[in-house]
């Protein structure tokens, strides 16, 4: 039977300190009024959503982890959060289009006094076009939102110049990352690297797949709001 804690501290050793923390931010998103993530199993929760929030620092551990990161798209904090609380040297905004998931991430940062954590409320078709926002960051992390093609257009506008973009995927990730080869192209973006991996106990196949920021994003991009979903960029 699977054991979050186990698993944890075999991947971090030395981090202990933070598996409270984790294991509060699991019971209370699944406790939260209206469902956040549509599982309530405490078991089935670490597996699905910790377990695979925190796959990058497994597979992609040589990285430094630190700067200004973006979770788009990012609901209660998945996968940003549990990131963040790894890796206290990550400055992570969490931007999501929904004021609810939110609402809960916001409180549970301030009870558990994650100062490095900052919560925005807004489209990523309009965010990144603020200059506040725009090319400022080192790392953006996107789950469950759409495929790559449409992720590259509101994804890539907020890296820097040799940053870099993780989609969290499934096992058609090579596949999509073919479709999107002219939107990444257009946009910046370039895949580097796909990393496949299982969760424990489930048969699936999950893959990173990682995208560098090689060319500044044109102005034009991202277009209006609901656009790049509905006409996605095509060669
Ligand atoms: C299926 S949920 C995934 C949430 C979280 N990333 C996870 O893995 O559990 C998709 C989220 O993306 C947000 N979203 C979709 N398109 C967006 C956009 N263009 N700008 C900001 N948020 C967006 C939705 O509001 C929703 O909360």
Not at 67 to 80: A, E, H, M, T
């Amino acid at each position: 039977m699977f054991d979050f804690a186990v698993w944890f501290k075999e991947h971090f050793p030395g981090r202990a300190q933070v598996l409270p923390v984790l294991e509060a931010f699991s019971r209370e998103v699944r406790h939260y009024p209206g469902n956040l993530t549509g599982t309530r199993d405490g078991r089935q929760f670490a597996v699905l959503h910790l377990v695979d929030s925190l796959y990058p620092l497994v597979r992609l551990a040589e990285w430094a982890w630190s700067g200004r990161w973006l979770d788009l798209g990012s609901g209660p904090g998945l996968p940003g959060l549990p990131l963040a609380v790894v890796c206290p040297e990550m400055r992570l905004t969490l931007l999501d289009a929904r004021e609810k998931p939110l609402t809960f991430a916001r409180h549970f940062a301030e009870a558990h006094g994650l100062t490095h954590l900052e919560v925005r409320l807004g489209r990523a078709e309009e965010a990144g076009r603020d200059p506040a926002l725009r090319e400022r960051f080192d790392g953006v992390v996107v789950r469950a939102v759409d495929n790559l093609g449409v992720l590259a257009e509101l994804g890539l506008p907020f890296l820097r110049v040799g940053g870099r973009m993780i989609a969290y995927k499934g096992k058609s990730s090579r596949e999509e990352a073919r479709q999107a080869l002219h939107a990444l192209r257009q946009l910046g973006g370039e895949v580097v690297r796909i990393e496949e991996y299982r969760l424990p106990g489930l048969p699936h196949t999950r893959s990173l797949v990682v995208v560098d920021k090689v060319a500044p994003t044109p102005d034009r991009y991202p277009r209006r709001t609901g656009v790049p979903h509905k006409r996605p960029l095509r060669g």
